[in-house]
T-cell receptor
Framework: QKEVEQNSGPLSVPEGAIASLNCTYS??????FFWYRQYSGKSPELIMF????GDKEDGRFTAQLNKASQYVSLLIRDSQPSDSATYLC???????????FGTGTRLKVLA | DAGVIQSPRHEVTEMGQEVTLRCKPI?????LFWYRQTMMRGLELLIY????????DSGMPEDRFSAKMPNASFSTLKIQPSEPRDSAVYFC??????????????FGPGTRLTVL
């Protein structure tokens, strides 16, 4: 079992719709959770982080964490073509600086 | 701030040659990470340093790979000898870790390595 799993996609949604990206992780001791966006040919950039159960909202983005079920998700409201990218989930274990990344979900927002 | 700086941006070399990738972290950051990204395996952590000391090199694929951080503003990743399967994008990232839960990593632009 991979430590951090994501559906590779592509996930296609029409412009203006809600895109839902999911991530599961295997280490119950994981403490912090991050969503990075990576455009083709570019480096990953942080969108959001979350470390408490529940929802965290930032503009059009909402991160959701459920530690009991070991999943974290990212919702993108009012999706725009400019949101088309690969979204990487990263998990940070307790007492360590290292992230474990998922392989990413490719999102395509159709105009 | 210039962000994380990596050089070269592109490297094409022949199998058996030595390759050296360079990274300058963001000033003031105390942790530095080297990643490799391929389509098949995604983004893999190779090694990370904290306060210039290697903390975890379990991701280094084999002895052909080595990394150094002689000071807080410079790190190298060396592959000797290089092989075609080393072809990938290599990212360097840095962060400021002072405890707490948010230790955002900032990524450099990457080095695209092609080994023929």
């Amino acid at each position: 079992q991979k430590e951090v799993e994501q559906n590779s996609g592509p996930l296609s949604v029409p412009e203006g719709a809600i895109a839902s990206l999911n991530c599961t992780y295997s280490d119950r001791g994981s403490q912090s959770f991050f969503w990075y966006r990576q455009y083709s040919g570019k480096s990953p950039e942080l969108i959001m982080f979350i470390y408490s159960n529940g929802d965290k909202e930032d503009g059009r983005f909402t991160a959701q964490l459920n530690k009991a079920s070991q999943y974290v998700s990212l919702l993108i409201r009012d999706s725009q073509p400019s949101d088309s990218a690969t979204y990487l989930c990263a998990v940070n274990g307790y007492g360590t600086y290292k992230y474990i990344f998922g392989t990413g979900t490719r999102l395509k927002v159709l105009a | 701030d210039a962000g994380v700086i990596q050089s070269p941006r592109h490297e094409v070399t022949e199998m058996g040659q030595e390759v050296t990738l360079r990274c300058k972290p963001i000033s003031g950051h105390n942790s530095l990470f080297w990643y490799r990204q391929t389509m098949m395996r995604g983004l893999e952590l190779l090694i990370y340093f904290n306060n210039n000391v290697p903390i975890d090199d379990s991701g280094m694929p084999e002895d052909r790979f080595s990394a150094k951080m002689p000071n807080a503003s410079f790190s190298t990743l060396k592959i000797q000898p290089s092989e075609p399967r080393d072809s990938a994008v290599y990212f360097c990232a840095s962060s400021l870790v002072v405890g707490g839960d948010n230790n955002e990593q900032f990524f450099g632009p990457g080095t695209r390595l092609t080994v023929l």
